[in-house]
């Protein structure tokens, strides 16, 4: 239990920040490792839970744009970090089903459910190209990447090695290669949408950049299986 005065969790939090390996690893022990039981009421499969605790240390660890310090820094003090911690847990999966007991959990996304609800064949037509264009669109993106990031999200979603054996196979600290994979998933938003930007209009594309968002890990693994 992380306990204290303010003070006492605010330079325990400013700690996590700077990557220090035994505050890092007090907030994996002490925090993060109270997720898995704060979501069993939502009977969720262990990967889903494996990325709630992902996108946590993503959300309170990585600085939000456009600020200097990770969120985690900003919250110290204004109440206890267990909470903070379940409840942004708590916010991702109840996101992460909502997101996808809203669509198909298929390549495509938001297109695919568009134009299967379509009965105008000629528009059909024009949803399935806008389909095939954001398929290449993704695809794109991670042929982009640099061999680095490619190679993390590779190794961590296709072979499942775990954030501690990358940790070791590149001589780093765990909290950099979180990092690293979440710029690397940043990448292949941020140039999906722009190679889709001039296809498609700006509802759809916030709708299918927002739907990737929630389905990311697994199309990104699913192309890199596609891809052998």
Same mark, same amino acid.
């Given at each position: 239990?992380?306990?204290? $005065?303010?003070?006492?969790? *605010?330079?325990?939090?400013?700690? *996590?920040? @700077?990557? $220090?390996?035994?505050?890092?690893?007090?907030?994996?022990?002490?925090?993060?490792?109270?997720?898995?039981?704060?979501?069993?009421? %939502?009977?969720?499969?262990?990967?889903?839970?494996?990325?709630?605790? #992902?996108?946590?240390?993503?959300?309170?660890?990585?600085?939000?744009?456009?600020? @200097?310090?990770? @969120?985690? *820094?900003?919250?110290?003090?204004?109440?206890?970090?267990?909470?903070?911690?379940?409840?942004?847990? &708590?916010?991702?999966?109840?996101?992460?089903?909502? &997101?996808?007991?809203?669509?198909?959990?298929?390549?495509?996304?938001?297109?695919?459910?568009?134009?299967?609800?379509?009965?105008?064949?000629? %528009?059909?037509? %024009?949803?399935?190209?806008?389909?095939?264009?954001?398929?290449?669109?993704?695809? @794109?993106?991670?042929?982009?990447?640099?061999?680095?990031?490619?190679?993390?999200?590779?190794?961590?979603?296709?072979?499942? *090695?775990?954030?501690?054996?990358?940790?070791?196979?590149?001589?780093?600290?765990?909290?950099?290669?979180?990092?690293?994979?979440?710029?690397?998933?940043?990448?292949?938003? &941020?140039?999906?949408?722009? $190679?889709?930007?001039?296809?498609?209009? #700006?509802?759809?594309?916030?709708?299918?950049?927002?739907?990737?968002? =929630? #389905?990311?890990?697994? =199309?990104?693994?699913?192309?890199?299986?596609? #891809?052998?």
């Amino acid at each position: 239990m992380i306990e204290g $005065e303010d003070g006492a969790e *605010v330079e325990f939090a400013r700690a *996590v920040a @700077r990557e $220090e390996p035994a505050a890092v690893a007090r907030f994996e022990r002490e925090l993060l490792a109270k997720i898995p039981a704060a979501l069993a009421r %939502m009977k969720l499969d262990a990967a889903t839970v494996d990325e709630v605790t #992902q996108r946590v240390r993503e959300r309170l660890l990585l600085p939000a744009e456009g600020e @200097r310090e990770p @969120r985690l *820094v900003g919250y110290a003090g204004q109440g206890r970090l267990e909470g903070l911690v379940l409840v942004t847990a &708590s916010r991702i999966a109840l996101d992460l089903m909502r &997101s996808r007991a809203g669509a198909e959990a298929h390549d495509g996304g938001a297109i695919d459910a568009l134009a299967e609800r379509d009965d105008d064949p000629l %528009m059909a037509a %024009m949803k399935a190209r806008a389909k095939a264009g954001f398929r290449a669109a993704f695809a @794109r993106a991670i042929d982009g990447l640099d061999p680095r990031d490619r190679n993390v999200l590779k190794l961590h979603l296709l072979r499942g *090695v775990t954030l501690d054996r990358l940790a070791e196979m590149y001589s780093v600290h765990r909290a950099t290669v979180v990092r690293w994979l979440a710029d690397a998933r940043a990448k292949v938003l &941020s140039a999906t949408r722009r $190679e889709l930007a001039s296809a498609v209009g #700006q509802g759809e594309l916030d709708e299918t950049i927002a739907l990737l968002e =929630s #389905q990311l890990d697994a =199309s990104i693994e699913r192309l890199f299986r596609t #891809q052998g």
